[in-house]
């Protein structure tokens, strides 16, 4: 099994930067993805990391330490569309690559 | 459009019935999945299917089952609805298996209500 822990809600103003931290505990570790799930809507892909370090893409970047089993989302810039949920899910080579999912982060953004 | 399409988008239906939810995806995709999300919104894995062969069967009644007549299409079946049951039913599909995942491409959800 393995435990995936991020915070329920978070709050942060518009035009602010916004760090989501994800910890896992995993055998097997595959690779760490974050979606972003607006309410009502599917999930949609955000970012991939398999080896430390940053991984930026526009206004947001992801970061992995395997070593320490953590991971962050960093939100720039904020928008009021960036409030929504973001998932942390891992991929694990023990239960077929599928991804398991924290139980996510709400995010509100205001003005 | 290439996407994931799930049908119906909506579910309601009362306890003890029968129904099911089809999914279908024009991505080429080899692995299927479905996932149920709950009220508390978690989203948690029930099946996977690689190629139309069963991967992953996590801890999920016997009342669901899975079909995936081609490596396009994974349907599900409930049998017997429960109050429990309600909650909204994601499919998703993926390229890579074996050597990991590089991202799921998911349906736009299946919201069941049971009453």
């Known amino acids: 099994g393995q435990n995936i822990d991020q915070p329920t809600e978070m709050t942060a103003t518009e035009g602010a930067i916004v760090q989501i931290n994800c910890t896992y505990q995993t055998s097997g570790f595959n690779g760490l993805f974050w979606y972003q799930q607006h309410a009502g809507e599917a999930p949609t892909f955000l970012s991939y990391?398999?080896?430390?370090g940053l991984e930026e893409k526009g206004r947001f970047s992801s970061f992995l330490s395997r070593s320490k089993g953590y991971s962050y989302l960093l939100l720039k810039e904020l928008q009021m569309k960036d409030s929504a949920s973001y998932l942390c899910?891992?991929?694990?080579?023990?239960?077929?690559?599928?991804?398991?999912f924290g139980k996510g982060t709400s995010l509100l953004v205001t003005p | 459009d290439t996407a994931v399409s799930q049908t119906p988008k909506y579910l309601v239906t009362q306890m003890g019935n029968d129904k099911s939810i089809k999914c279908e995806q024009n991505l080429g995709h080899d692995t299927m999945y479905w996932y149920k999300q709950d009220s508390k919104k978690f989203l948690k894995i029930m099946f996977s299917y690689n190629n139309k062969e069963l991967i992953i069967n996590e801890t999920v009644p016997n009342r669901f089952s899975p079909k995936s007549p081609d490596k396009a299409h994974l349907n599900l079946h409930i049998n017997s609805l429960e109050l429990g049951d309600s909650a909204v039913y994601f499919c998703?599909?993926?390229?890579?298996f074996g050597r990991g995942t590089y991202g799921y491409t998911f349906g736009s959800g299946t919201r069941l209500t049971v009453v």
């Open positions: 899910a891992v991929s694990n080579s023990n239960s077929g690559y599928a991804l398991n």
């Open positions: 998703a599909s993926s390229q890579e």
């Open positions: 990391n398999v080896l430390d």
